[in-house]
Each structure stands twice: as C-alpha cells, then as structure tokens.
C-alpha cells in the first residue's frame, strides 16, 4: 500500500509537470509576435530621421531666397565643367520651412572649381601660433578652411589645406632695431625680442666689447634676428 501510495504521488507530480510545461510552450508561442512589434516601434522610433532643424544663417526672413547662404541651398551642380569656366546651375531653398522673398527656385551663376581651389582671399583658415615662423626652409602645417559665406563653390565649404606658418606676437622691427642701435650693449634689444641668456651675457660684457652690438645691429636689420617665441615682426 504504501508503494503504491507512492506511486500515485509521483504520478500526480509528472502530470502536472507535463500541463505546466504545455501552458509555458503556449504562451512562449504567443509572446514572440508581440515582442517583435514591439522591436520593430523601437527601431522605428531611435532611426527616424530627426526633424529638419533650421540653420541660423537661414532664418532671416527680409532676405531674397537667391541671397541665402549657400549651405540654405540645395544646387544642380555639373560636375564635369571645365576648370575657371562660369556655370549656370539651378538652386531652390533646402527645405520648404526656410522662410524668405521672391522664388524658392531660381538660377545662380558660379566659376567651376572645387572650394579647396579658391583664392586665399576666398576662404579663411584657422592659424595656429605654436610654430616656427622664422624656421628655414618655411614650416607648413594642416589646418581647416572654410570659404566666404557668399561664395558658391563645388564639394565641401570646409576643407584641409597646408598654410605657412607666418604668425606675429606683437614685436615690432623698427623698436628692436632702435634698441639695438642705442642701448644693445646693454643687451636691451635681445631682452626685448625674449632672449633672455643672450641678454644677459650682453650686458655683463658689456655688447661683447662693442663687437657683439655691432653684430646684433647687423642681424636685426638684415631680420635674421628675430623673437624668440619663432613669430614675425609687425
């Protein structure tokens, strides 16, 4: 009797176990639709395109739409022109929430050339005063360009280019010149353009006997003796 008791429990345990496992399978069947929706709206949701926002160079409302600024326009530009020739190409506002006068869809005439290929005067580029301006053979270094906002031009607005360094701090030729001239046997000059140890080895000898002032004259006037920190004179 008591085998049997067993039996009936162990029995009882297996059936309930199989209806529980049956009712996870059905409900683990149902549950992958509503999961994948429910993915789906997430994914929609973080890969939509955000709202087009507005530049500020375009918000001005008493401007003519050809008289926005190129980065406002959307232009059919023809590639394969010939370098220098002046091109006709068809522009129209980038988006319809730009707010200005006359035709959104209008004609501009430009000179074919890529914006990296447009005079320095065309474009302003950010200068860096940590190198050598006075270095021989002249230093080059890379650096980022942007074109004038009323300049129309093929390919990026922004590019690299490679400009010489030529930077000043603030030192004047002519007062170095001038202190060399009248107290540069005291050094006066060398502690003015920031060379400080020269300076002082001028002074206790004096210019070096005359000899070293003389010199100093010489460079400075000739600009082979420059500041210190490698900048150019005013």
Known sequence: MQCLHVNIRQATFIVLSIIINNINIIQMADKPEKDVNSSNEGTRTSTALPAFEIDERCRADDVKCKDLHPQCLKCDFNMSCIYGELITTKCETIDPKINCSGDKTFTKTLICRYCYQTEPWEHTCF?????????????YYPTNCTVR?????????????????????????TTALILSITLGGFGADRFY??????????LFSFGGLGVWTIIDVILISLHYLGPADGSLYI
């Open 127 to 139: 200068l860096r005063a940590d190198c050598n301006s006075v270095a021989s053979p002249r230093v």
């Open 149 to 173: 906002d009323d300049l129309l031009c093929l390919g990026n607005r922004t590019f690299t280019k490679n400009v010489m360094c030529n930077w000043t701090g603030g030192y004047r030729w």
């Open 193 to 202: 353009l920031g060379h400080w140890q020269e300076g002082i080895g001028k």
